[in-house]
């Protein structure tokens, strides 16, 4: 059974304060890690999808990592609009199942 | 703006009840996903279609039910609801299967059961 475990399940930041959030995850074959964005009663907002180990991505504040075992999101000077939950998820290759299975996510808060 | 339309946005019903959720996918994308988000529970994957087909069962009642119809809206039928059916439903969709093509999620049906 797939799992992807996310850390810390919540962090409180100063503006301007860079960190990173960690998925790790346990799945038979990686067919893709996905992050999103989620909002407060908002659907999720895709990031970014990453294939295979050593891949990154970047988006404005925003590095996504990716090693065989565990991904990172890595915020640079993170703003206040940056606050929102990122949740990690993973694609399986095996079977003909092409659902994610979704981490709790992190809770992310940034202070001006 | 993901492309993929939810209805209702909120729906409030008695226990016992059946309710329809709604879902028009993104356009030319065959597969919709239909997943469950409570507060303790984070995103549960409920069930795939594709091209309306059923392509997946994830954490899906008995007393839910979905399917997608030949113009690939779908709809998710839940009966007998409870209390603990109380939720954030959404659904989402992607091209090709989702063969590791992104999959994009609607703005969700909040459902409250009273």
Redesign the interface.
């Known amino acids: 059974e797939d799992q992807v475990t996310q850390s810390p399940e919540a962090l409180r930041l100063q503006e301007g304060e860079s960190s990173s959030l960690n998925c790790s995850y346990t799945v038979s074959g990686l067919?893709?890690l996905?992050w999103?964005r989620q909002d407060p009663?908002?659907?999720?907002?895709?990031l970014f999808?990453l294939?295979s180990a050593g891949e990154e991505k970047e988006k404005e504040r925003l590095k996504a990592t990716l090693t065989k075992k565990e991904s990172f999101l890595h915020i640079t000077a993170p703003k206040p609009e940056d606050s929102a939950t990122y949740?990690c998820?993973v694609?399986d290759s095996g079977?003909?199942?092409?659902?994610?299975?979704?981490?709790?996510?992190t809770h992310l808060i940034i202070q001006p | 703006d993901s492309g993929v339309t939810q209805t209702p946005k909120h729906l409030i019903t008695a226990t016992g009840q059946r309710v329809t959720l709604r879902c028009s996918p993104r356009s030319g994308d065959l597969s919709v996903y239909w997943y469950q988000q409570s507060l303790d529970q984070g995103l549960q994957f409920l069930i795939q279609y594709y091209n309306g087909e059923e392509r997946a069962k994830g954490n899906i009642l008995e007393r839910f039910s979905a399917q997608q119809f030949p113009d690939l809206h779908s709809e998710l039928n839940l009966s007998s609801l409870e209390l603990g059916d109380s939720a954030l439903y959404f659904c989402a969709s992607s091209g090709e299967g989702g063969n590791g093509n992104t999959i994009y999620f609607g703005e969700g049906s909040w459902l409250t059961v009273v």
């Open positions: 067919r893709g996905f999103y009663g908002k659907g999720p907002e895709f999808t294939y949740l998820a694609q079977g003909g199942a092409d659902g994610l299975t979704f981490g709790k996510g």
